[in-house]
C-alpha cells in the first residue's frame, strides 16, 4: 500500500524481532564483516545453509544492500509475513524440479536486480545439512546470476551452529547456542575470467571455516 521503502522497513524491524525472540533461549548472535560493502552495484550474497535461523541475521545486518532472496516454491505460501515477502518484497520464488519455470525465473531475478543494484541471497546447497555438514553447491543458479549480473559483487559469508538450534527438530530448541555469522571480502564477478574457477573460489572461501560437528 505505502511502496517499496515502507515494505522493505517492515522487513527490517520485522527481522530485528525475529532475532531477538531467540535471545530467550540465551542465543548469541555473532555479525562479523570488517569490510567494507559495494555502494552502487549490484551484488550476490552467497552463503552455507544450517537453519532458518541463518536468514534473519542476514537480512537485518546487511539491509542497507536490499537482500532479495533464491526460495524454493513451497515457502511462497503457508508461513505468515515470510511468505507474503517472498511474493511481494522482489524475491524469487523457483521450483527445482521444473527447469521450464525456475531458469526463466531466475533470468527475470537477475536482470531486475543488475538494473536496480539491488543484492540477492542464495544458499547453493539448496537444502541444509546435517549437522553443519556441508553439501556440495549446485553451480546452475550461481551461473545463471552471474550471466545476468555482470556488474555484481560476491558476498561471501559462512554461517556456524545454528543448526544447533534446532538440532533436535521445531521442539524443543537448544539453549545457550552461539550463532556466527562471518562475511568474507567482497570481490567483483570481472576478477575471474573462467565460471568454473569462480564457483570453486566461492565455496571454498565458505567451506573452509565451517565448524563440523562429528557426526555419532
Known amino acids: 500500500m505505502f511502496g517499496y521503502q515502507a515494505h522493505k522497513k517492515s522487513v527490517d524491524i520485522l527481522n530485528f524481532f525475529l532475532i531477538a525472540t531467540t535471545y530467550i533461549l540465551g542465543t548469541r548472535n555473532t555479525f562479523s564483516n570488517p569490510h567494507k560493502l559495494p555502494k552502487g552495484a549490484p551484488c550476490i550474497i552467497v552463503s552455507n545453509h ?20 533464491v526460495s524454493k ?22 521450483d527445482r524440479k ?21 543484492s540477492t541471497v542464495i544458499f547453493p546447497e539448496g537444502t541444509r545439512g546435517k549437522k553443519g555438514m556441508p553439501k ?21 559469508v559462512t554461517i556456524n551452529n545454528s543448526w544447533k538450534l534446532v538440532e533436535h527438530g ?16 567482497p570481490f567483483p564477478i570481472s576478477e575471474f575470467d573462467d565460471v568454473e574457477e569462480l564457483l570453486a573460489h566461492i565455496e571454498h572461501t565458505i567451506t ?7 557426526q555419532t
Open 170 to 185: 521445531a521442539f524443543p530448541m537448544n539453549i545457550g547456542v552461539h550463532l556466527k555469522h562471518n562475511v568474507h571480502k
Open 208 to 214: 573452509k571455516d565451517i565448524l563440523i560437528t562429528k
Open 98 to 118: 521444473n527447469p521450464r519455470q525456475s531458469l526463466p525465473a531466475l533470468k527475470n531475478f537477475a536482470t531486475y536486480l543488475q538494473e536496480n543494484n539491488r
Open 50 to 69: 544450517q537453519s532458518q535461523y541463518d536468514i534473519s541475521p542476514l537480512i537485518w545486518h546487511l539491509r542497507k544492500l536490499h537482500p532479495k532472496f
Open 73 to 94: 516454491i513451497e515457502l511462497g505460501k503457508g508461513i505468515p509475513s515470510i511468505s507474503y515477502n517472498l511474493r511481494h518484497g522482489g524475491s524469487v520464488l523457483i
Open 136 to 156: 556440495r553447491f549446485a553451480p546452475n543458479g550461481l551461473k545463471t546470476l552471474f550471466k545476468y549480473m555482470p556488474n555484481a559483487w560476491i558476498v561471501p
